[in-house]
Each structure stands twice: as C-alpha cells, then as structure tokens.
C-alpha cells in the first residue's frame, strides 16, 4: 500500500532515549524529536554530561518539552524506544552492557561503521554484516531496527531549519516496530519514514553514508534522499 | 559547487553503445536516450537479436533518432560511450571480452549483483567490491563508471512517462568522465547525475537496488531516489 503518514501509530505518548545524545548526530536528533514535542532522555555514560546536554537541549529555540538525561542504562529502561547513536568505536560495548534495559523494547541504530583516509570515507566491514546486525545479535530480546543513518547533523542542529525534507530509510524485521520509528520520523516536519527492508539489507544503508559525505564534499551540500514514487 | 546541468559538457554528439541492450534495464535505457536524441546502439551477443531490438525501441513513440544494433563487440567499438546492463551473471565474462573495443573509452556499468531468496533480494559478494570495480579491473585501459544502479525499468519503458524525476548516482575516479555521464543522464527529462564518490563505494550503491525492490514492494511503486540540497 501507499505511504501513509495518517496509518501510522500514535507514538506521541512514548518517551525515546538516545544513548550518545552527546554527540552531534544524537543531540541533534533529541533537538528535532524534542521540538516535534516527543519525550525525550540523553544518555551517556556520564549522567552528569548527560543532564548538562539535556539541558542545552531543552534551552534551544523551539522545545517546548524539556528533554531529560541520564545514564545509558537508566534512561533505556525508562524509555519505549532507544535510539543508539554512538561512535562506531564504542557500539559493541555500549549495546552490550544495555542487553537488561533494553530487554523488549524497540531500538533504532542510526550508527555508521566507516573509515576514513586521505580520498576520504570508505565502509568498514563488520562481522555480523552491519552495526544493526551486530546490535541485534548482541540484545536478543529486543526489536531492533536501523534508522536515521543519514540524517545530517548540522541541518538537524540548526534551529533555522523549520523542515527536514528527506525520507529515513528504516530496516527492521518486525513490521509494527517499524511503523513505530517511522511515526517517530513522521513526527518531524518534511521527514518520511520509509521502511526498506530487512536487516540483512541494512549494510549498504549504512555504508551509503560515505556516498552522501562525497556528494556533500562534492556539491557543498548537506545531501539526504527523498524515495521517489511512494 | 553546485549542481549545475548547464555546467556539464556537450554530449549531444556522443554515440552510446548498451550492452546487454535486449535486458529490461538496458532496451529502457536505450529508448530513453533515442527518445532525448541521443544515438544508441543496442549490442548483444547476437546481432540479429540485436538489430530486432533496436527496431522496436526505434518504433516506440517519441523516439525521433533511429537505433542501431550489433554485435557486442561492434557496437562497443563504435561508441563513445558503453553502457554495460547485462546480467550479473554474464558480467565478467561478456567485459573481459571487450577489453580491446573498449580500450580509451567511458565505460557505465549499472549491473547490480543480487541474490533472491524466499525473503526477497539480498547482495552478493563481488571479490573485486563490487560490478565495477571488477569490470574496472578487466577494462585497464578504459575509464569505467557506476550509473543508472538504480532506474526503475518499468519506468524507463513507459511511453506515458514524459519526466523521470529522480538522479542518477555515478562512482568514478575520474572527473571528467562523471561530468560525461552526468550530462548524459541530464539529456533524460526530469532526471540528474549525481557524482556519489569514488569506485570504492559503488558497492553499496548496487546493493542498495536490493532496498529498492524492499520498497517496491512494501509500498507497490516504482522507487527511485532524489538527492536532497542538492
């Protein structure tokens, strides 16, 4: 059937964690969930690092909910969704010390394992196929799904930007998990949530992000992707 | 800098040979270009096939400029420009083959390969990364590219699509030869060619056609993708 934000779940009573919402591309995410009026937790493994982002956060133009933050493990078992947003280097442990909280729960990787030299980034290879894979197989008991693995930070980051007119490309095995992060994107003006296959299709999503940093150098852009004819 | 079509070389006079031409991908690709103007050759291993194929694309509305047929070898040999749209299965042998046609030629290889099972396309492994690297690996003396991965065929052959609006991702090493391509994908209405970075990453862009067929099918279109702020 046809794309259809109307058919998707009510995810407006859902609290979302984001474990690395230190960072650039979590922080901006709990900006933009935040502003759209979504509960929101940072987390890190510093709560103290954690409430002083939350509270940068909550203070930027356009939050009307004061977002939250804490410790990774606090803030997954209070959330219904986590959002993984942690540097590749740390993914394996981060996820693995989360497997209690996040036991039945829904999470979205939005984390890109690449590298980069001097022609620029290049796709690691990564044991389980893909960072999500590798989530997967590390927190047995919960959906896990991937996401948000292109969305640019600097335009998520700015307050200037009223619309993100792009589409998140969503893998997952469970179909109503991933009407549930596709709600979570829809929640954002201009942004889609398109579900685009199983996990075992999640590398080349994640692996596409050094295709839009080359477009990006290239155009002087902040590239996304819009799926045409849906 | 910015996208800019008006930037983009001539190619107008450019002959463009497609190999594999009597394929779905290929005869679409085809009649698109003959019906933008552009002179095509349609080559295949067999140049009666060859030629009956370039007759019925010559015959489909709107195309104005008649394409000719040959043999693979002939019509590669006659181009400037060789578009390789065979099977993943036939791949490296039918580009070892045209090793010398092809030398000091731009060669676009949008061969994706996929596998399919009970739950849908998945990607192979190419020992070279990818379509085109291997094909850059048996062509040394031609300028390979990645374009046209991801054309929806269907779309391609429909007389009644005037406008196919989405971009054309290219991989190449060479400047020169992406702006070619990019011009070449500019002459279709409503489409661009996107430079996406080096051969390096073309994997994900082939495999990603694996998620195209996800959405096709989740959501009964024909998907393409648009690059954003570009």
Tied chains: 1, 2.
Excluded at 37 to 56: H, K, M, Y
Aim: aromatic share 4%; proline share 6%.
């Amino acid at each position: 059937m046809a794309y259809d934000a109307n058919a998707l779940p009510d995810v407006s009573g859902l609290t979302v964690a984001i474990i690395g919402g230190t960072g650039d591309q979590g922080r901006g995410l709990a900006y933009r969930l935040a502003r759209a009026g979504q509960r929101v937790l940072i987390g890190s493994r510093n709560a103290e690092r954690a409430q002083a982002a939350a509270e940068e956060i909550s203070a930027l133009p356009g939050v009307t909910r004061p977002v939250g933050g804490g410790a990774n493990g606090d803030v997954a078992s209070t959330a219904d969704v986590t959002i993984i947003a942690v540097p590749w280097e740390g993914h394996r442990a981060t996820v693995e010390a989360l497997r209690e909280p996040l036991a039945g729960k829904i999470v979205v990787d939005c984390v890109n394992p690449l590298g980069f030299d001097k022609q620029g980034p290049y796709p690691l290879p990564v044991e389980e196929g893909s960072a999500v894979q590798q989530a997967a197989a590390l927190l047995p008991e919960s959906t896990v799904t991937a996401a948000f693995n292109h969305v640019s930070a600097p335009l998520l980051a700015d307050p200037a930007v009223d619309s993100m007119d792009l589409d998140v490309l969503i893998c997952a095995e469970d179909r109503d998990a991933a009407n549930v992060v596709a709600a979570l994107a829809a929640r954002i003006p201009g942004m889609r949530g398109i579900y685009a296959g199983r996990l075992r299709n999640a590398h080349q999503i994640e692996a596409f992000t050094a295709n839009l940093i080359a477009i990006n150098r290239r155009y002087k852009a902040h590239a996304g992707i819009r799926v045409t004819d849906v």
